[in-house]
């Protein structure tokens, strides 16, 4: 599969930003087509490789490296599996936090509105919440919550009445039943913006994205060691905003830092780069998926 399964987003700065050491053990969080992985292993003469990734399709693209170690798990179990493995701390985590073309362009995971298939949208093919049992079973309040909050839908009432409608006489089941409730909604040309968001909702809800992505960060401060890199790249507003408060205060919910008695800042990191690192003109000439990256990088203290 290769490169062709997925084309890595901000390559050459998230290698720069892991700052490398040949006998380092890193940790790649999303491994999806292996693109960082195999990029990073070159620059490794020993060390260890350690990748996640919960799906089956990603875990049949592994290269063969005595180094690398798979973990068929989500990255919320981050610190169980490195105990599970004996190894205390890291040099370096890397997360690309965005689906893999992979994903977008297999029809029957269901992540895009551009083809046909069923309402899936799960990362993990063993869990068992998928698309249609949120639209399906969901109570008003939440859906309005999901959609509000995950898409940042303006009008996700208006949305969320065309869903409970819909539902009372057809329960949703393909994309294309979606696709009739959510185009009434769609402001004027910004059809494709607009779906887009309904569907990164659904997705964020059905794979409890926010609350793993939570629990991984926090863990990161105790699997790094002193002057491990953090190394993150998110592709919407919420998720940065978590990545950047924890990279600010040790905290996904907080701003800033709390303060000792003496008024000196509590933070377990510092940042290497103070604003988001974004792609270049060239990168985004070549691959378009890689338009809304936010790459930010931290050095543990």
Same mark, same amino acid.
């Given at each position: 599969?290769?490169?062709?399964?997925?084309?890595?987003?901000?390559?050459?700065?998230?290698?720069?930003?892991?700052?490398?050491?040949?006998?380092?053990?890193?940790?790649?969080?999303?491994?999806?087509?292996?693109?960082?992985?195999?990029?990073?292993?070159?620059?490794?003469?020993?060390?260890?490789?350690?990748?996640?990734?919960?799906?089956?399709?990603?875990?049949?693209?592994?290269?063969?490296?005595?180094?690398?170690?798979?973990?068929?798990?989500?990255?919320?179990?981050?610190?169980?599996?490195?105990?599970?493995?004996?190894?205390?701390?890291?040099?370096?985590?890397?997360?690309?936090?965005?689906?893999?073309?992979?994903?977008?362009?297999?029809?029957?995971?269901?992540?895009?509105?551009?083809?046909?298939?069923?309402?899936?949208?799960?990362?993990?093919?063993?869990?068992?919440?998928?698309?249609?049992?949120?639209?399906? @079973?969901? =109570? $008003?309040?939440?859906?309005? /919550?999901?959609? #509000?909050?995950?898409?940042?839908? !303006?009008?996700?009432?208006?949305?969320?009445?065309?869903?409970?409608?819909?539902?009372?006489?057809?329960?949703?089941?393909?994309?294309?039943?979606?696709?009739?409730?959510?185009?009434?909604?769609?402001?004027?040309?910004?059809?494709?913006?607009?779906?887009?968001?309904?569907?990164?909702?659904?997705?964020?809800?059905?794979?409890?994205?926010?609350?793993?992505?939570?629990?991984?960060?926090?863990?990161?401060?105790?699997?790094?060691?002193?002057?491990?890199?953090?190394?993150?790249?998110?592709?919407?507003?919420?998720?940065?905003?978590?990545?950047?408060?924890?990279?600010?205060?040790?905290?996904?919910?907080?701003?800033?830092?709390?303060?000792?008695?003496?008024?000196?800042?509590?933070?377990?990191?510092?940042?290497?780069?103070?604003?988001?690192?974004?792609?270049?003109?060239? @990168?985004? =000439? $070549?691959?378009?998926?890689? /338009?809304?990256? #936010?790459?930010?990088?931290?050095? !543990?203290?």
């Amino acid at each position: 599969m290769g490169d062709v399964y997925h084309i890595p987003v901000l390559l050459q700065e998230c290698i720069d930003g892991l700052n490398l050491k040949e006998n380092g053990v890193y940790v790649d969080l999303t491994f999806g087509g292996g693109g960082h992985t195999k990029e990073i292993l070159k620059h490794l003469k020993g060390g260890k490789m350690i990748v996640f990734d919960q799906d089956e399709d990603a875990y049949a693209n592994r290269p063969d490296d005595e180094r690398l170690i798979f973990v068929r798990h989500n990255f919320r179990y981050l610190k169980h599996f490195l105990q599970y493995l004996d190894i205390d701390h890291v040099d370096g985590i890397l997360a690309d936090l965005g689906v893999s073309s992979h994903h977008f362009d297999t029809p029957e995971r269901g992540f895009s509105f551009r083809f046909e298939g069923e309402l899936d949208m799960r990362m993990n093919k063993q869990a068992t919440l998928k698309a249609d049992e949120v639209l399906n @079973e969901y =109570e $008003e309040d939440d859906l309005f /919550r999901i959609f #509000k909050n995950y898409g940042e839908i !303006k009008n996700a009432g208006k949305l969320v009445r065309g869903i409970l409608a819909r539902r009372q006489s057809s329960p949703f089941k393909m994309i294309s039943d979606l696709l009739e409730v959510a185009e009434p909604c769609v402001p004027s040309r910004e059809k494709n913006k607009f779906l887009a968001k309904v569907f990164q909702a659904l997705r964020i809800e059905v794979n409890r994205e926010m609350e793993a992505l939570k629990e991984m960060l926090m863990q990161t401060k105790e699997v790094l060691a002193p002057g491990g890199r953090l190394v993150v790249i998110s592709y919407h507003s919420l998720e940065d905003r978590l990545v950047k408060n924890f990279m600010k205060s040790g905290d996904c919910d907080k701003a800033q830092a709390d303060q000792d008695f003496f008024g000196k800042s509590l933070v377990p990191f510092k940042a290497i780069s103070r604003k988001p690192i974004l792609p270049t003109a060239k @990168e985004l =000439e $070549e691959n378009t998926r890689s /338009r809304s990256a #936010k790459l930010r990088i931290s050095e !543990k203290l």
